[in-house]
């Protein structure tokens, strides 16, 4: 018998004398060794893989040779089959190796002299000077060519990864950086490069070029390409078989911030960065929440980080069953201990226990709404409660969502009525629809229009066929201001005449406009941020904010809550009108609440609230997710988010029941 090479994806099996009743054996045994597949002639078998997985085949190879042996001791196998189980031997060993020195560090061991030269020489090629679990943090991302970083927001994680990303390319493991994020992030990449190293970055923001345009870039010569490399999820997916090209003639370090957006196997943005990160050899992932859902969603990224090496004890289908099981805590200990070694996490509550952060101060500021609101209100709650009430037998979810979204409009400014709510689509899908990341591209406009245009049609009519639409347009035309806005802008003035910054989050567009019409009378400089605003116009907007005379900012959640930084501009935060999405809510306070702030400050939020509205139940029920969301997010340990994260994400029916109180 012989086993041959074919290619490096598949290998050939000449079996001659093995009987039957052994063959029937051997298929069931490679039906069990995971992404192959087999083709079987008369005495041969070829055995194909999936996707090139040098672990894989490795250790396919050596079941194959355990079981024919066992048939037949005169095995031969050829040159190319003997240096591929050499090689997986000598990486695994290489591995051990790695996860013993991993240990060692994270148990606070790493008062070697490699690592003394390491801090030495982060000193000597940083501006700045690391904190003590950024060191170490970033030590760990060198030893183990790569790792992930779970801690909280506003912990410096950017910062670590360049420190690491420094020193690797002092010494010529790698030339440049490819950092794979959200699109906003690129302006937290840019600017932290200029915090860690004083200088401005040999940078491209692929995220703002024509596909085009990236796939000239990406095919083009090692000479032309920048040292930073910025591209966003969703490009990724139509730029796979170029990045390829661009990663393989270069030494890169791949930077995955916020891995959590490729947690999912199944997503198309998860598949392109497995293919890439199978030719990188230090791939650095960042993310404050690895198990939003369970222990499933640390699959994809430990196979990110390290494709040739299998290091989580289970497969994808039987971490979602622990997940879902109980009583499992031997599995549950077997996962933790698997990735211990390879992940650092720095919690809010340290960074506060530690004095790196001073506790924000939090202020709830109620209104009351004028007559006209108030009476605008009640109209718009009796209304939806007397279509509950006549739709009792064949009431559904997506009406009650319909109904609170028209509530939350009457509370922030009436003047939101007159537009359907299909208007508003854009501004409410996380709200309106649970979905996730590799349904995103099958929901269409015209679908959810479609879900919520009966949802919408009875309370529009109803405001349209009433003298109630009259009072309607005075908000909408400006002749009446609502009380919350007024007070708002109230604030902000009090705050600008302290020479203070104010960023004002609002999740209504059309309300943000309200404000800036409202702050314009004061000859206020205003920048608004919302999905309207994108491109060099953005970071423009940002850039005046956070550098020139501009004191306002006016933003939504949706648009700005994550991957910036404007704790150094900025350290005060109105929130006009919230929704349930407690994510983003968290995501929002984070971008004044960070490490480096500056010396003496903190945050200080103002929540604006209108009283017995729909306003106090969305504060209940953000301040029941957020406490959950901090206990994941607090604990040294990881913690599973557990379903947790619809709700955090979306209007659950929890959030609907409570909101048809008031």
Known sequence: MRINSVDNKSISIEAMSISNRQLSRFKIMLQNSGSVFVEYEKDKAIVSFENFDQCLLAETIEKIMTFLIKCDSNLEVDNEITR???????????????????????????????????????????????????????????????????????????????????????????????????????????????TCFNETPDFINLADLTKKDCVEYLNSSVTNHKE????????????????????????????????????????????????????????????????????????????????????????????????????????????????????????????????ELEEPTINIVKCEMDTKQQYIYDYVNGICNDILNELEDNFTLELHKALIIRKMQASANPGLLTRSLLKYINEFKSLLMDYDEVEIDKLSDKELAEQYRAADNRITESLSNSKIITIINEYRNYNSIPIKNLKAVQLAKEIIETGDKVIIWDVFVDNMQALVELLEVDKIKTVVINGSIVGEDRQEAIKNFKEGNVMVMIASPATLAESISLHKACQNAIYVNRNYNAAQFIQSKDRIHRINMPLNTTAHYYFLENTNSIDEIIEERLQIKENRMLRILDSEELLIGEMESLENDSLSEADVKASFIK
């Open 84 to 194: 591929i189980i050499n090689e997986n031997k000598n990486m695994k060993n290489e591995s051990k190796e790695i996860t013993k020195k991993l240990v060692l560090i994270k148990t606070l061991d790493a008062t070697d002299s490699n690592y003394n030269e390491f801090c030495e020489e982060c000193n000597h090629i940083l501006s700045i000077r690391l904190r003590d679990y950024q060191y170490i943090a970033a030590y760990q991302l060198i030893v183990g060519k790569g790792g992930f970083n779970f801690s909280v927001p506003g912990s410096g994680k950017t910062i670590i990864s360049y420190a690491s990303y420094a020193y690797l390319k002092i010494y010529n493991k790698i030339d440049s950086a490819l950092v794979i994020a959200p699109k906003n992030a690129s302006i937290a990449w840019y600017e932290e490069y200029i």
């Open 228 to 355: 930073i490399t910025f591209i966003n999820y969703e490009k990724i997916r139509l730029l796979t078989k170029d990045l390829l090209n661009f990663v393989n003639r270069k030494n890169v370090m791949l930077l995955v911030d916020e891995g959590h957006k490729v947690k999912n196997p199944n997503a198309k943005a998860t598949k392109a960065v497995l293919l890439i990160a199978h030719h990188i050899e230090y791939t650095v992932i960042l993310t404050g929440t690895p198990m939003p859902n369970g222990y499933e969603d640390l699959s994809s990224l430990i196979k990110i980080y390290s494709p040739h090496n299998n290091i989580l004890p289970y497969n994808y289908s039987k971490l979602k069953q622990i997940t879902k099981s109980e009583n499992n805590e031997t599995a549950e200990n077997r996962i933790m201990k698997a990735i211990y070694p390879y992940y650092s996490r720095v919690s809010k509550k340290y960074l506060l226990k530690k004095g």
